[in-house]
């Protein structure tokens, strides 16, 4: 089976051999990828609603994997036992959503050694979240499919390192590796500020100030790590 680009980002930091909860998993591509590939022995994976756990059931009968594909529907973690997963994926959910489903775990998020996060937007407030929550961002990684650039997060239990909000919003392991697409992301993010900056400025709203006031001075330091980035090439 061929998976996306964005798929197999995620799969680059689950350890050979590792117990995996896939939670949102939606058709169970990834599930069935790992199992077939050898790189997971067993996997639970759930989903919050029936009509994705349907075609993810339809998908691991269909490849003869439901002994080692265990499906069940819920919201989040609560489908895991206690430690039956080391590893837990949570792809194509907004950040907030992420952010809500570890926090509503409690101590069960505890037990996973490795949360592997691929946030459809706001992955800012949730690595701010995840480094105010006791877990550090391990790696990252960046990948584009069709005009899109997708993040992917690797958070594990344990004090990150970085102080500076901004480089923690970013991606902390990005910026060190100098990732090639941080500066096309970060480009974008600036570009979809000064628009929200214009809207602001027409607007006769008071409590627009201090917003503003926070965005521009985002932009300003975001301004100032693509420098970095673009002078760090030269
Ligand atoms: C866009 S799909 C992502 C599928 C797959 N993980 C991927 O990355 O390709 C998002 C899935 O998450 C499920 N979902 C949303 N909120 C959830 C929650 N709180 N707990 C479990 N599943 C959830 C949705 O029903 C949907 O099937």
Same mark, same amino acid.
């Given at each position: 089976?061929?998976l996306s680009?964005r798929l197999i980002?995620i799969i680059?930091?689950i350890?050979?051999?590792?117990?995996v909860?896939d939670?949102g998993t939606d058709h169970a591509l990834l599930p069935v990828y790992l199992v077939?590939? /050898?790189i997971a022995? *067993?996997i =639970?994976a759930? $989903?919050?609603?029936?009509?994705?756990? %349907?075609?993810a #059931?339809?998908?691991?009968?269909?490849?003869?994997?439901?002994?080692?594909i265990?499906?069940?529907?819920?919201?989040?973690?609560?489908?895991?036992?206690?430690?039956?997963?080391?590893?837990?994926v949570?792809a194509g959910?907004? /950040?907030?959503?992420? *952010?809500? =489903?570890?926090? $509503?775990?409690?101590?069960?998020?505890? %037990?996973?050694? #490795?949360?592997i996060?691929q946030?459809?937007?706001?992955?800012?407030?949730?690595?701010?979240?995840?480094?105010?929550?006791?877990?550090?961002?391990?790696?990252?990684?960046?990948?584009?499919?069709?005009?899109?650039?997708?993040?992917?997060?690797?958070?594990?239990?344990?004090?990150?390192?970085?102080?500076?909000?901004?480089?923690?919003?970013?991606?902390?392991?990005?910026?060190?590796?100098?990732?090639?697409?941080?500066?096309?992301?970060?480009?974008?993010?600036?570009?979809?500020?000064?628009?929200?900056?214009?809207?602001?400025?027409?607007?006769?709203?008071?409590?627009?100030?201090?917003?503003?006031?926070?965005?521009?001075?985002?932009?300003?330091?975001?301004?100032?790590?693509?420098?970095?980035?673009?002078?760090?090439?030269?």
């Amino acid at each position: 089976m061929k998976l996306s680009a964005r798929l197999i980002s995620i799969i680059q930091f689950i350890p050979r051999g590792s117990t995996v909860a896939d939670i949102g998993t939606d058709h169970a591509l990834l599930p069935v990828y790992l199992v077939e590939e /050898g790189i997971a022995q *067993r996997i =639970v994976a759930g $989903d919050l609603n029936m009509g994705p756990l %349907q075609a993810a #059931r339809k998908k691991v009968i269909e490849t003869g994997l439901n002994e080692r594909i265990t499906l069940r529907q819920g919201n989040g973690l609560e489908i895991l036992e206690p430690g039956e997963a080391e590893v837990c994926v949570i792809a194509g959910l907004g /950040g907030p959503t992420i *952010r809500q =489903v570890i926090k $509503d775990a409690g101590p069960k998020a505890m %037990q996973i050694k #490795r949360f592997i996060l691929q946030p459809m937007g706001g992955s800012g407030q949730l690595r701010e979240w995840l480094t105010d929550n006791g877990w550090r961002i391990a790696d990252e990684d960046l990948v584009s499919e069709d005009d899109h650039i997708y993040e992917v997060i690797l958070a594990v239990p344990g004090q990150e390192s970085t102080s500076d909000r901004t480089l923690n919003s970013i991606g902390p392991r990005l910026f060190e590796k100098r990732h090639p697409l941080l500066s096309e992301v970060l480009t974008r993010e600036i570009n979809h500020n000064r628009k929200i900056l214009d809207d602001m400025r027409q607007s006769s709203v008071v409590d627009t100030a201090v917003k503003c006031q926070t965005l521009q001075e985002r932009n300003k330091n975001l301004e100032w790590i693509v420098e970095c980035l673009s002078s760090a090439k030269r």
